[in-house]
């Protein structure tokens, strides 16, 4: 049986290294998250509280930009050159676009990291968000933008790919996989366009002391017109194997490929104009504006209620193919065994409830009692957390093998590590989930304070922050079960990879849509007129009332700015500062 | 485009769902009156927060005969007025009353955000955040920033007394002085 590495050797390279750099992402990813649960909870605290929020940024930046965009990139690469059949145009370039994310990555985090440590002023504790006027050092601007520039690239290497295949193959439709490649990519494209002026124009000529303020409403909405649809940059290699991979791990074949292109086309309609329902609670933006984004916001859940259906409709019919009967009955006939197929179905069945909980966040007078509360690391560790993280150990399991042509080291561990996943993320998140109802702050080392207590619904505080204490442990060692077993799948040479990396056609195929589908050009341009609907008038709004560059904000902390940043001491708070020189 | 009959009941019953809760949103909002934070109040320059009408001297200021304003500075790592473990008066306002806060940042961002209830707000520099909220019983409530704002977040936190209306004894003239009469009275 002809794998993978045996017909694309040098593509599974890139792969191979793209999966790599994203477990060592990964690995101190973990590692971080493991400190903060044990942190914020009381159970053991090994680090400062002011350096909780290095170890915070640390986990967010490693966990939701390297660990899941490296193994995107992995798993695109795989279904372009897969099921277009073909390598890249030019493999050097493809190597590039790996090189300039890896700079990109180093970059970044060797401020976050010189955070530990008080030999340098080098610091960048500014969380994953980076809000201004908090200022990080210069590096992790600049590296931000070079991972970001890889990713660029990397999209540009499968158009060309899908360009010079569209030559070889002039009235073929799209095949599914590359079309959901390029679909997300397009809304990547769209969405970056944001994050880039914010640093380019604004955040990194101000860190390097070349502007003098900034305005951070302004800045922190073009963080949010790139903050909503990164989310669904990460979750899309998952639906990609959720539309895929999935049904054939389950027996059968998917039940409707014209779905699966209208949903992801919703996808890169609906996905950036509704950045602004992370701003509800701000200042300076109408009501109106919220308004608009909110009713968006509520139809970008169609996509994934349809794509709730399209899978569950693919199990079921895989679990009829291998026998199952009933109503019910046919779960039993599903491959629990598998821990690619087990891990993607928990996955999912997390990610359809995390799914109901975002439907709280979104609706904007209910967001006052959840906005920054505990409840929305709750809602972000159920979708990113597990319904990305979890589908992509899952698909690990199914594509390591295939890239490296050796068999997965232990499929029972394999098994055990989802399922454990499963168990530390129930532990974790409804904690969470209860303890922000009761107005427990997210991003906090210290959730205890000295004025008052919260008072929970049920239970108690000691029992919220056990689960999350457990939880938290559970889905450490979950993660080190993972790495260990790909470690030894990486040294696993002389074995056969036992899978099976053919993916068979749809019950209801392309055949079955109109062509009009594929018109990437028609959508992008719908795309950008329903963004220019939704973000003129805000950002112009922004712009009018608090200035391009800001009502002249002092960046915090100040790294070559030599202006002086002595916050203005008024008489009547005179004896405060020396208990502000204590905390700072 | 061939789609399956229970794929189409699926898709109308995603959509009334949709609806529904863009509806009900919609009526929390309107019906209930729970308005956004919005745009209506002005900016200000949050280097010459000093120099400001009713942010240079934050605090409790009667405007009508239950109305009460409240401004309120956050900045690292506290609320003027609000944070009492920095020495800070705490924000006191009378029971049946409705209380509009104003809060800004004199620094970075923050948030207002006080616990068991839903006031909820961010503080940006340059920003106003206007907030109007009744009080209709006696009883002390935490603040705490919810935004991330530095090394000493987890230090920020304020506190708002309601008072008994028979109780509450500033007049809203002066609110420093006021402040000694009331605590004198809960003594």
Redesign the interface.
């Given at each position: 049986m002809s794998t993978f590495v045996d017909e694309y050797p040098t593509e599974a390279r890139v792969i191979r290294m793209a999966f790599w750099s994203s477990f060592v992402a990964l690995t101190l990813g973990a590692v971080f998250g493991f400190i903060q649960a044990l942190h914020r909870t009381n159970v053991v605290r090994v680090i400062d509280?002011?350096d909780?929020?290095t170890v915070?940024t640390g986990h967010g930046v490693f966990m939701v930009i390297t660990f899941s965009i490296f193994f995107l990139v992995g798993v695109f690469q795989w279904a372009v050159t897969s099921s277009l059949e073909r390598g890249p145009v030019d493999i050097r370039f493809t190597w590039s676009w790996y090189g300039v994310m890896s700079l990109g990555t180093t970059l970044v985090a060797i401020p976050i990291l010189a955070g530990f440590t008080d030999a340098t002023d080098m610091s960048a504790?500014v969380?994953f968000t980076f809000?201004a006027?908090?200022q990080a050092h210069p590096l992790f601007y600049i590296g931000l933008v070079l991972f970001v520039i890889g990713t660029w690239l990397a999209g540009a290497d499968w158009f060309l790919t899908w360009w010079t295949w569209k030559d070889d193959h002039p009235d073929e439709r799209i095949p599914l996989p590359t079309f959901m490649v390029l679909t997300t990519m397009i809304m990547w494209y769209i969405s970056t366009i944001g994050v880039a002026i914010s640093i380019l124009a604004f955040l990194l000529p101000w860190s390097l002391g070349l502007v003098d303020s900034v305005?951070?409403?302004l800045t922190?909405t073009l963080f949010w017109y790139f903050g909503h649809p990164v989310v669904y940059f990460w979750l899309m290699p998952a639906y990609l194997l959720w539309y895929n991979v999935l049904p054939k791990l389950s027996g059968g074949r998917l039940?409707?490929d014209?779905?699966a292109r209208v949903v992801f086309i919703l996808f890169i309609l609906l996905s950036t104009p509704v950045g602004i329902h992370h701003?509800?609670?701000?200042?300076?933006?109408?009501?109106g504006f919220?308004?608009i984004v909110?009713?968006n916001t509520?139809?970008l859940?169609?996509p994934s209620?349809?794509t709730a259906?399209?899978v569950v409709?693919s199990i079921e019919h895989g679990a009829r193919q291998r026998g199952g009967e009933g109503y019910f009955g046919w779960l039993g006939a599903l491959p629990w065994r598998d821990p690619s197929f087990t891990g993607m179905a928990l996955a999912g069945l997390v990610f359809s409830f995390g799914g109901f909980t975002g439907?709280v966040n979104a609706?904007?007078?209910?967001n006052?009692?959840v906005?920054?509360?505990f409840w929305v690391p709750g809602h972000i560790h159920t979708q990113v957390g597990t319904a990305v993280a979890l589908t992509f150990m899952a698909g690990a399991y199914w594509l390591v093998p295939q890239v490296t042509g050796n068999q997965l080291a232990s499929r029972s561990v394999g098994l055990f590590q989802v399922v454990l996943w499963f168990v530390g993320i129930v532990f974790m998140t409804n904690a969470m989930y209860r303890g922000g109802l009761?107005?427990i702050?997210?991003?906090?080392?210290?959730?205890q304070?000295?004025?008052?207590?919260?008072?929970p619904l049920v239970g108690s505080i000691a029992e919220l922050d056990a689960q999350v204490a457990l939880g938290g442990t559970l889905l450490f060692l979950s993660a080190i079960l993972f790495l260990w077993n790909m470690l030894l799948t990486a040294f696993n040479s002389g074995s056969e990879p036992v899978v099976d990396g053919s993916l068979p056609p749809a019950l209801?195929g392309p055949e079955?849509?109109?062509r009009i589908l594929d018109n990437l050009k028609l959508w992008t341009a719908l795309a950008l007129v329903l963004i220019l609907l939704a973000y003129s008038m805000p950002l112009a709004?922004i712009v009018q009332?608090?200035g391009l560059f800001?009502?002249?904000?002092?960046a915090?902390p100040v790294f070559v700015d030599a202006v002086s940043t002595a916050?203005?001491a008024?008489v009547r708070?005179l004896?405060?500062e020396s208990?502000?020189g204590l905390?700072? | 485009?061939?789609?399956?009959r229970?794929?189409k009941l699926?898709?109308v019953a995603?959509?009334v769902?949709?609806v529904g809760?863009?509806a009900?949103?919609?009526y929390?909002?309107v019906g209930?009156g729970?308005?956004?934070?919005?745009?209506e109040?002005e900016?200000?320059?949050?280097?010459k927060?000093?120099e400001h009408e009713d942010f240079g001297e934050p605090g409790v200021k009667q405007v009508g005969e239950n109305e009460y304003e409240v401004y309120v500075r956050a900045?690292?790592?506290?609320f003027?007025p609000g944070s009492?473990?920095?020495?800070?008066d705490p924000i006191e306002v009378p029971a049946n009353s409705t209380v509009t806060f104003y809060i800004t940042s004199?620094?970075?961002?923050h948030?207002f955000?006080v616990?068991?209830t839903?006031?909820?707000?961010?503080a940006?520099?340059?920003?106003?955040?206007?907030v109007t909220v009744e009080f209709d019983e006696p009883g002390?409530?935490?603040i705490?920033?919810?935004?991330?704002?530095?090394?000493?977040?987890?230090?920020m936190?304020?506190?708002i007394i309601v008072h008994p209306e028979d109780e509450y004894a500033i007049n809203g003239t002066d609110v420093e002085t006021g402040n000694d009469t009331t605590d004198e009275t809960e003594a």
């Open positions: 509280s002011t909780y929020y915070l504790d969380l809000y006027p908090l305005n951070p409403l922190r039940f409707s014209p779905l701003q509800y609670l701000d200042p300076g933006i109408a009501e919220k308004f909110m009713t509520m139809f859940l169609l209620f349809l259906f399209t409709a439907i609706g904007m007078s209910l006052y009692l906005h920054n509360t009761i107005g702050p997210r991003r906090t080392a210290e959730p304070y000295q004025g008052f207590e919260y008072e209801s079955d849509s109109p709004g009332d608090g800001g009502p002249n904000v002092d915090f916050v203005d008024t708070r004896p405060l208990i502000r905390i700072t | 485009m061939n789609i399956h229970y794929e699926w898709l995603a959509l769902l949709i809760f863009i009900t949103i919609t929390g909002s209930l729970i308005a956004m934070i919005d745009d109040a900016t200000v320059n949050p280097e927060l000093n900045w690292q790592f506290g003027d009492v473990e920095a020495g800070l004199e620094d970075v961002i948030s955000s616990v068991g839903n006031i909820n707000t961010m940006i520099p340059g920003e106003v955040s206007s002390e409530y935490g705490l920033c919810a935004e991330y704002c530095g090394a000493g977040h987890h230090t936190e304020g506190k």
